[in-house]
């Protein structure tokens, strides 16, 4: 369970709140190789945003890491300097933000936003930066000559989801961060942005974390998944494995609930209600939402294991080795 580019080892995020402590992420864990495409896949409120942004280190109180690890190139990103994090934020990691245009400043250009980006990657003065915003407006497919004069309220949200990729990719990062890049977008748009990224990826040969609700979009974009629930990690596999063979009770869950061209009968859905964070159940937090929970899952939780080659799950229906999801002795 190492990566060659990036590794996420016990990252545990809280936020202090007037009722109280929100344990936001609970032990995650995550690798990615070089040149990968990684999926991070779940309800709202399970931890996604907050893992990406707990990588770029742009977690601010009340929020804090308490604890973990993650290593970008092998160093630890959470144990360097300020100084030092900005030489890697914005430069070998980018991020395309879940609001486009909240995340565009309000009173400046298009065109000074993402020369400004290039010439902090490039260490150039920005009017020389300035001569490669062209280029990167273009790559999204953008008429340059309008959009760099425009301000971030006269974007459609096509447009401003563009802007940001056109920043993100312009500083040729190692790894682009994007967080649900196509959430409220038309379906046109939303397959727009998805061959636009496909193809800059292929070019750019970055590697991706790809944060979504959207199961489909996930298996077709994304080498692998990660499935997480309520601030763990519940399962990993291959994409194509994933939807074929899922094994963890909540990924069987979301998949039952996908609904298909031609499907007649009754979509499930499951049971329960998202876990309040600020006081979590005690062992595995989806038990209670779990049909096949069992004494040990109350009390303990469980370790994410390799179950098949390169699949792996967080439970205790699985011991080490066996793949039918017996219970393992307790």
Known sequence: ???SLLNVENLRVVFYTYRGVIKALNGVRLWLNEEERLAVVGETGCGKSVTALSIMRLIEPPGEITSGKVE?????LLSLPEEEMEKVRGKSISMIFQEPVAALNPVFKVGFQIAEAIAHSQNIPIKDAYQLVPEALTMVGLDWKRTMNLYAHELSGGMAQRVMIAMALAVKPKLLIADEPTSALDVTIQA??????????RVGKNAVIFITHDLAVASEFCDRVAVMYAGNVVEVAKSDEIFARPLHPYTVGLIDSIPLVGQRKELKGIAGVVPDLVDPPSGCRFHPRCQKAFERCKVELPDLIEVSENHFVACHLYAAGDQNGSVAES
């Not at 727009?192 to 990826?201: A, F, K």
């Open 1 to 3: 369970m190492r990566g």
């Open 72 to 76: 970008f190139l092998g160093e630890d």
């Open 192 to 201: 727009q942005i998805l061959e636009l990224l496909d193809n800059l990826v």
